[in-house]
């Protein structure tokens, strides 16, 4: 019950750059200001979350059965409970997609600040962040 090496890699990649720029906006002179406090928040979430073995592990299992989506779509609450994941602070919503049976999305909404945006994985794309409407 794994991830792909690939997507491994590259959330790896982008770990590197989420850790990078939040030291760059922490070490910067407007670091207090309310849109840099919503970016350093942004880079810290997607940095807990790509780092989380138990979240890693949820999504290797979706990768190798994929009718799992189902089950966190049902209930996400209960899908997380019992694997011991915790949505970090500014988590709004888990949110999912079955586009076919074997091609499926995860991901979970935020609201930090003044940024709303998702952290998803994707069976075939691996990770990535979007930024969404403000009332999202």
Known sequence: MSL???QLDRLVVD?????????????SPE????????????????LQVGRDHKILAALGEIHDNPSLID?????????????GIR?????TRIVTKKYSPQSVMAGIDFHLGNLSFSLHWDREG???TRRLPPNA
Do not use: C, T
């Open 4 to 6: 792909p090496q690939q």
């Open 15 to 27: 770990m590197q750059n989420h850790e990078r720029e939040l030291q760059q906006l922490q070490a």
């Open 31 to 46: 670091h207090d200001k309310p849109d840099v406090r919503a970016k350093i928040e942004f880079h810290q979430a997607a």
């Open 71 to 83: 089950q966190l779509a049902r209930n996400p609450q209960s899908f997380l409970q019992s694997r």
């Open 87 to 91: 949505l970090p602070a500014g988590a």
């Open 126 to 128: 691996g990770f990535g």
